[in-house]
């Protein structure tokens, strides 16, 4: 069954299907203005919506730690036994890892360098192992980062030295998100003796509010007049690089819009020239009975069908495109069918839609309102 089969019982919309139809070039140049605006607005849209995502994946796993380090007021270079233990007699509700940090050289395969170490206890808290493991209660052996272990090609059970001792690795941990990478050698705090100060404590809360309840009650049990400790927490920078990347998208989409209002104006420019030229056949049918109320239903049919098309189209470019997008940048194509980057094809789809149809009212008022009389001689 043929389109204009299916649109018999509605005359209209059949009138202005067959309209569209008599001068297809400039239909499908006026639809093309549409679906570049659509392009611009969604590609654009899912454009921020992968920035946001990966700010997201960046700090998504940080936004509920707490970092606790020495204070400009401190009397000791960094945090003391008894500052750990009052930060944990604070802090009952939240995971407290205490770490120390230092640095050993591995030789491997010909090849010396000098790698970070961190010393904790509660290794599961902080670290995921891609192989073996990461424990509970590391009290012997040695975690290394994947980074590390491709580069100086180790694994399960090869030694790494510090201060003398030598420690098996038991866990290559992954690839660590957020800022600063992660540690690069992990072994248990007992065997950093040589350093008498912890660097770090981290306190892992349920969610970004409860690192903020966390990280307020440590300020206020730690910190007097004085700042014996250093608080900071990554909570509410995510929420400010959100409200960012939210505002850049605003500016990204008015940038698009741009284009789709330069396609309304031409869809205006394509509407008025053809009620002129077909002002004669509007005479025609306004002097044959035909009602004002059809003549402008069958004009802004017309704008409709030419943003319902152009918008379709588009929609379909653009969902490619963001195919491509989240397959570059993430690997995963079907991250576009997230409803953070679904939105903007909706929402082009309907704009088109709708600036068709603004552009056709003066149009169809203009057709509709013109005397038979007056069309008839031209």
Do not use: C, H
Not at 90 to 114: F, N, P, Y
Request: aromatic share 6%.
């Amino acid at each position: 069954m043929s389109i204009e089969d299916r649109l018999w019982r509605f005359p209209s919309a059949l009138m202005a299907w067959r309209n569209l139809g008599r001068n297809r070039a400039r239909t499908a140049l006026a639809a093309l203005g549409i679906v570049i605006g659509v392009v611009a607005i969604a590609s654009l849209g899912m454009a921020g919506a992968s920035i946001q995502y990966s700010t997201n994946q960046e700090l998504g796993g940080l936004a509920n730690q707490v970092t606790v380090t020495a204070g400009e007021d401190n009397p000791e270079p960094a945090l003391t036994e008894s500052q750990v233990r009052d930060i944990e007699r604070l802090v009952t509700d939240a995971d407290v890892v205490a770490q120390k940090s230092g640095v050993t050289t591995i030789d491997e395969g010909g090849e010396s360098g000098r790698v970070s170490v961190t010393g904790v206890t509660q290794a599961s808290v902080l670290y995921d192992a891609q192989a073996g493991e990461a424990p509970d209660r590391l009290r012997s052996g040695a975690l290394v980062s994947a980074n590390v272990a491709d580069e100086y090609d180790l694994e399960l059970g090869d030694p790494v030295e510090y201060d003398g001792q030598l420690y098996r690795i038991r866990g290559i941990l992954e690839a660590q998100q957020g800022f600063g990478g992660g540690a690069s050698v992990v072994l248990p705090v007992s065997a950093l003796t040589d350093q008498e100060y912890y660097s770090t404590v981290t306190i892992v809360a349920d969610d970004g509010a409860a690192a903020e309840a966390v990280a307020d009650r440590v300020e206020r049990g730690m910190n007097g007049r004085e700042e014996i400790v250093s608080v900071t927490t990554l909570a509410a920078v995510q929420e400010s690089i959100n409200s960012l990347t939210n505002t850049l998208n605003l500016a990204l989409i008015g940038i698009g819009s741009i284009s789709l209002v330069v396609a309304a104006v031409s869809i205006l420019n394509v509407m008025l020239m053809s009620t002129i030229e077909r002002r004669g056949e509007i005479g025609v049918l306004r002097a044959v009975g035909i009602r004002r109320g059809e003549v402008l239903r069958m004009i802004l049919t017309e704008a409709g069908l030419l943003g319902v098309i152009g918008g379709a189209v588009g929609a379909v470019v653009a969902l490619g495109v963001g195919l491509l997008l989240n397959q570059v940048l993430f690997g995963d194509p079907t991250l576009v069918f997230e409803w953070a980057s679904m939105q903007y094809l909706l929402f082009g789809f309907a704009f088109a839609v709708v600036a068709s149809l603004l552009s056709g009212l003066y149009p169809a008022w203009k057709a509709a309102n013109e005397r038979p009389v007056e069309t008839l001689r031209g």
